[in-house]
């Protein structure tokens, strides 16, 4: 166990166990929650969330769309609240199915946005550990999470918990719906479920890897996460982590993006650059150009991939392993396993608190009250 061991990275080592257990609890659970008919019913899908919430919902679009072939869109929580045109809610059948994912479920814009959307005639299934929440009574039906207490950290385990619940329902979906016989829904998930032994196998040279990363890093002054399509998510829950767990600035953005806008940052040589590139991505070459480039910056680099540093033409680099599941639409569930150990074990190093202690100026956010007590506006 690394010396810089926190709680961070606890949360990390304990996954496999978590993915384990989870997917024995939700399996079944996904499989359920919705009839044959209201499967049929779907014509378009949009998924809600805030937060990690919005990160999942974020590596759950592309598989909902290969597996099912249904239309899906990440839309904020506040722009389904606010701003989502009202002639595209409460078509056909009850359409489309709102997918809204909070553990808590106590976030009042997820609250509002489910309640706008149900007025307006959509279907609405709550991803939430909490029946109770706002977002609990104010959805058609709920898949219940029962993610077991854990000591306190940015989010790590009941991210992984929301990206698996996401990925059982699309696997269910596509498999009632025709689009792939009952035999191969069902090697899906067990390649699922294998991802906890492959993540344990890895773990300790993540470990060895992060550490070495974070002591060379702790330091820097700026982080910019990069990714595309099926890795983006992992890209932005890096981000999210590192403000979280460090209070540090970083940046995310796609790997197109980034020759139009990040490429342009000064101080290069301070500034801390994780690529997330799996090697089954369609937009793999991008990603190596972008890699490449970042080098003839003199970028310091992190690169997280299922492939080695040959896969990325032998760029130079610090690359860490995450698992090369049997079928690409698991990889969300172990990829940002590295960006949260880096982070943490940053953390660690220079004694910041997570959330800054929701002490001082970051008081009004004690318990989550930022994002609790807010107007709720349905209209």
């Not at 993006?257 to 690529?275: M, P, Q, S, Y």
């Not at 990325?312 to 698991?330: D, H, I, M, R, S």
């Amino acid at each position: 166990m690394s010396k810089y061991d926190n709680p961070m990275s606890r949360q990390v080592f304990s996954l496999p166990d978590l993915i384990e257990t989870q997917y024995d609890d939700l399996e079944e659970k996904a499989r359920l929650v919705l009839s044959f008919q209201e499967i049929f019913n779907i014509q378009r899908i949009v998924l809600t969330g805030c937060g990690d919430s919005y990160a999942a919902s974020l590596a759950a679009k592309p598989i909902f769309e290969m597996l099912t072939g249904i239309p899906t869109e990440v839309v904020t929580a506040i722009d389904l609240s606010r701003y989502y045109c009202e002639k595209h809610m409460g078509v056909d059948c009850r359409n489309p199915l709102v997918i809204a994912v909070s553990n808590s479920g106590t976030g009042a814009r997820v609250a509002e946005a489910v309640q706008r959307a149900r007025l307006h005639g959509c279907y609405v299934l709550g991803v939430t550990g909490n029946e109770e929440s706002p977002l609990g009574m104010h959805s058609d039906k709920i898949l219940k999470l029962n993610i077991p207490e854990f000591e306190g950290a940015p989010g790590t385990r009941s991210y992984m918990v929301s990206v698996m619940s996401l990925l059982l329902l699309a696997i269910r979906f596509g498999e009632v719906r025709g689009r792939y016989t009952m035999d191969q829904a069902m090697d899906y998930r067990y390649d699922m479920r294998a991802q906890g032994e492959a993540l344990r196998k890895l773990l300790p040279q993540m470990e060895s890897t992060c550490e070495k990363a974070a002591e060379e890093w702790k330091d820097l002054p700026y982080y910019d996460f990069v990714g595309a399509g099926f890795d983006y998510a992992a890209a932005w829950f890096g981000w999210a982590k590192m403000l979280e767990a460090t209070g540090k600035v970083a940046m995310h953005i796609n790997s197109e993006e980034w020759f139009h806008l990040n490429f342009f940052a000064r101080d290069a040589k301070n500034l801390g650059t994780v690529v997330v590139g799996n090697t089954t991505n369609p937009g793999l070459s991008r990603t190596k150009e972008m890699v490449h480039y970042a080098n003839v910056l003199k970028r310091p680099l992190l690169v997280v991939t299922d492939g080695t540093k040959e896969d990325f033409n032998g760029e130079e680099g610090t690359y860490v392993q995450v698992p090369a599941p049997k079928y690409p639409l698991n990889m969300p569930l172990t990829q940002f396993a590295p960006v949260c150990l880096l982070a943490g074990y940053i953390s660690e190093m220079i004694g910041e608190k997570y959330g800054r202690g929701c002490e001082g100026d970051w008081s009004f956010a004690e318990g989550g009250a930022g994002v609790k007590n807010s107007e709720i506006i349905v209209r």
